[in-house]
């Protein structure tokens, strides 16, 4: 009787085994599935910063540029009164 007593542990130790195996794989591919989320969101994220970075570069660079010609018809107009 005490053979099959160490065959069950045996036994029932091997599947607390393989159970705690696939309790960890399975966490492990649920944190490299929400890394990938995480970087694809972040990517995105950063990606969409830029596009509004450029555009803010752009119409700065046109306000800029109506104001030089502001400026420029201005002291034309001053500097040749009517």
Partial sequence: MSE???EDESSLSDARSNL???VEDHDV????S???EARKTLDHQI???NEVDDKASEILRYCLL???VIVTAASIV???PL
């Fill in 29 to 32: 591919n649920t944190l490299r």
């Fill in 78 to 80: 001053a500097a040749n």
């Fill in 4 to 6: 099959r007593g160490d």
């Fill in 34 to 36: 929400a890394h990938e």
């Fill in 20 to 22: 705690q195996s696939l």
């Fill in 66 to 68: 109506f104001i030089g």
């Fill in 47 to 49: 990606n969409t910063i």
